[in-house]
C-alpha cells in the first residue's frame, strides 16, 4: 500500500517537475528511467491515521477539478492517472502521464514477485523494462539500472529507500553508508555519457541527525561530478523527508521547489 501522506507528495511532485524538465531539453521528448523502488502501477493508501497530509490532498483535490492555465505538474499527472485515495499510482506510472510510454526506456526494479508482475504487465510492449530484483542487483553494466552503451537520451535516475543509516550493509529497504561506492559507479557512468540527466534520492522520517544523510550526499556529488540541489517537508513527530537532486548538464531555476515543499537544507 501507499502511504498517503506527504512523503509521497515530495517525491512524486519533485519526480514529475524534474523528468518532465529533462524530456524537453532532450529536443525529441525521450527519457530513459532508473526506478530502484517500483511498487505496483497503481495501490489504494495504507493507514492514515497521523500521517502528515495536507500537501498531498490538496493535489488530490485540485486535480479533480478541471484544468487551469499554471496548474502544478503533478496536478495535472495527478488528474491525467486518475489518482486517488483508492488508487494512487507509482513514479512510472505519472511519468508515463506527463512523458509518453512510447519516449520512455530503462528499468524498474520491485521485490515484490505480485508487484513486479503487475508492472510487467502494465509495461509490455514498451521499451521500459521491470525486474522482480533488488536494486542493488540491477547496477552493474548490462543490467537494467545501469547506464546503457551509447546513451542518446537524457536520463533521469530516482530512489526512494526508506530512509538512510551509516549502519549494516542489508540488501534491504534503506539507503546505507555503505552503498556509496555502488552508487557513485553507477552514477558516475551515466554522467560520463554526456546526456545531461539528474539523480533524485529520497529518505523518509529523518530525526534530529540528518547530517550523514547530507555528507553522504556531498561525498556522491564529488565522485560523480554533479551538483545538488535539495529540498524537505516535515513529517509526523518532528522528523522530515529529504530529497536531493543531482544534476548534470542541467540547471534547474532558483524557484524550482514545487509548492509547499521547502528549498535547502535542514
Request: charged residues 20%; contains cysteine.
Amino acid at each position: 500500500m501507499a502511504k498517503g501522506n506527504d512523503g509521497n507528495y515530495l517525491q512524486h511532485s519533485v519526480e514529475v517537475e524534474a523528468a518532465s524538465r529533462l524530456a524537453r531539453i532532450g529536443g525529441d521528448g525521450r527519457l530513459h528511467i532508473a526506478m530502484t523502488h517500483g511498487m505496483a502501477p497503481f495501490e489504494p493508501f495504507g493507514g492514515r491515521a497521523g500521517q502528515v497530509r495536507g500537501h498531498l490532498d490538496a493535489a488530490l483535490t485540485a486535480s479533480r477539478e478541471p484544468s487551469l492555465p499554471g496548474d502544478l505538474a503533478i496536478v495535472a499527472a495527478y488528474r491525467e492517472t486518475g489518482a486517488s485515495a483508492d488508487n494512487y499510482p507509482n513514479s512510472a506510472e505519472l511519468l508515463r502521464s506527463v512523458i509518453g510510454a512510447g519516449n520512455l526506456s530503462g528499468g524498474i526494479t520491485e521485490i515484490d514477485r505480485t508487484k513486479c508482475d503487475q508492472l510487467s504487465n502494465a509495461w509490455a510492449g514498451s521499451r521500459v523494462v521491470p525486474r522482480c530484483s533488488s536494486w542493488r542487483r540491477e547496477m552493474d553494466a548490462g543490467r537494467i539500472l545501469a547506464c546503457p552503451e551509447n546513451l542518446q537520451a537524457p536520463w533521469f535516475f530516482t530512489m526512494d529507500p526508506m530512509t538512510y543509516t551509516d549502519g549494516n550493509a542489508a540488501d534491504d529497504d534503506k539507503l546505507h553508508r555503505a552503498d556509496m561506492d555502488l552508487l557513485s559507479v553507477t552514477l558516475g557512468r551515466y554522467v560520463k555519457s554526456g546526456q545531461p540527466g539528474i539523480a533524485a534520492l529520497f529518505v523518509y522520517a529523518m530525526w534530529r541527525e540528518r547530517g550523514p544523510f547530507w555528507k553522504f550526499i556531498d561525498e556522491l556529488q564529488d565522485r560523480i561530478g554533479a551538483v545538488s540541489v535539495s529540498f524537505w517537508l516535515t513529517h509526523r513527530g518532528g522528523s522530515q523527508n529529504l530529497a536531493t537532486l543531482l544534476c548534470s548538464g542541467i540547471e534547474l531555476p532558483p524557484a524550482f521547489a514545487p509548492a509547499g515543499v521547502n528549498a535547502g537544507r535542514t
